[in-house]
């Protein structure tokens, strides 16, 4: 067999098997409303929690950085790339989140990846939720530590398997989603971290969908539960609340350190660029600040939950502003998602294996959102799942 032929017979193995990708490229704004095929349509599916994304005062930020310092950042963190804003931006997070210092990297991918593989070594253990993401996973795949997975949110699987474990290992870092990105409920992060003080493990939470969300400040979840103190990893990400692109890890001054050492897609990559953290610098003051944008997306969350609870539809529990309907097969998920778009104007993405092993449709609200789009987007639902009548 070619290539050729090894990529076409893939390609059309995934067609097969209902499970091919394609990029669908919106052309305005990123905000509640996206011109999409030159129809302006809802967004339903970004990550864009505050509406950030596309505020004017992003805007201005990086406009004047780039004005002033260019656009590459010319090389990687340790050779060229650093520039005052990058050490500015991890101080900034540190003082955020009330940790010692912050290092930040190309992309909340790269942080979990880079920090994971780190530190993990062939004598450690890595205790995982089953439906952490998949850049926990590859992290994890990275390293040559002993993995154990524990069934979603469950205390005592994690309680079994660390009693089982924990002394045969130098280090036992427990790793958990905060909101997990395709169900949209939460870890029990209170619990994990009692856990975490009776077998003396270290607490990895990845805060990708509370940070700017959660916390007095927006600072995320650990802090709204009052237990940032107990959390030794903070990561997140500033691409999604923050509206701008990159990812943070948060901790003591050793951690920084060794990180700025050892951790690969830290080191061998260019360092982000002058835009991203600009944005990022203006973004996070955008959120200590930002009640009212929260104290919205609450609402909406609240007003949605409540809107969908109105009809039986099959959703999973959400603690959080991501909303998932469960299908029971692919071609339905995907056939429903391209009629929200086509037919009513709504963005909801399908998500499919190997993403998840549900078919679902994930619905993300936003600040911005209407509430007039909260009830047209469970008005089109239900029409198309004939539930009006
Ligand atoms: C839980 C979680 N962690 C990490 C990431 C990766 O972050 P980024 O998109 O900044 O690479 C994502 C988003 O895709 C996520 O949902």
């Known amino acids: 067999m070619n290539f050729y032929e090894f990529l076409t017979e893939n390609i059309e193995q995934i067609k097969h098997s209902k499970l091919y990708r394609r990029l669908r490229s919106f052309s305005s704004h990123s905000g509640p409303y996206v011109k999409y095929n030159g129809k302006k349509v809802i967004q339903v599916s970004s990550n864009n929690y505050l509406g950030l994304a596309g505020d004017v005062r992003l805007q201005k930020a990086v406009s004047e950085a780039v004005k002033k310092y260019g656009v590459g950042s010319t090389g990687s963190r340790l050779i060229s790339g650093t520039h005052e804003l990058h050490t500015f931006l991890e101080e900034q997070i540190a003082e955020f989140k009330g940790t010692e210092r912050a290092i930040v990297f190309s992309s909340g991918y790269n942080a979990n990846l880079g920090t994971l593989s780190a530190l993990l070594g062939e ?124 990812g943070y890890i948060a901790g003591s001054s050793e951690l920084i350190e060794y990180l700025t050492n050892k951790s690969r897609s830290f080191i061998y990559s260019t360092a982000p660029a002058i835009p991203s ?11 200590k600040k930002a009640h009212n944008l929260r104290k919205s997306l609450y609402k909406n969350i609240n007003y949605f939950k409540k809107r969908l609870e109105e009809y039986d539809f099959n959703m999973i529990p959400s603690e959080s502003a ?68």
């Open 123 to 246: 004598d450690d253990a890595v205790y995982s939720d089953e439906l952490n993401h998949a850049s926990i996973i590859d992290g994890i795949r990275l390293s040559k530590a002993q993995k154990f997975i524990y069934k979603h949110c469950d205390v005592d699987d994690l309680k079994r398997l660390l009693s089982e474990n924990h002394y045969k290992h130098r280090l036992n870092v427990i790793v958990t989603d905060s909101v997990f990105s395709m169900d949209g409920d939460r870890a029990p992060l209170k619990e994990i971290a009692k856990l975490k003080e009776t077998f003396g493990a270290v607490l990895f939470v990845d805060e990708a969908h509370s940070f700017g969300v959660y916390g007095p400040r927006g600072e995320g979840l650990v802090h709204e539960l009052g237990i940032a103190d107990k959390v030794d990893i903070q990561m997140g990400t500033l691409s999604k609340a923050a509206g701008s692109k990159g």
């Open 277 to 287: 953290i600009a944005a990022s610098i203006e973004a996070i003051e955008i959120i």
């Open 322 to 389: 991501i909303f998932c309907l469960k299908f029971d097969n692919i071609d339905e998920t995907c056939r429903i998602s391209e009629q929200l778009l086509d037919k009513y104007n709504i963005m909801a993405s399908a998500i499919r294996p190997p993403t998840v092993i549900i078919p679902r449709i994930r619905f993300c609200t936003m600040a911005l959102h209407e509430k007039t789009d909260l009830d047209y987007i469970v008005y089109s639902l239900a029409e198309i799942l004939g539930k009006n009548n």
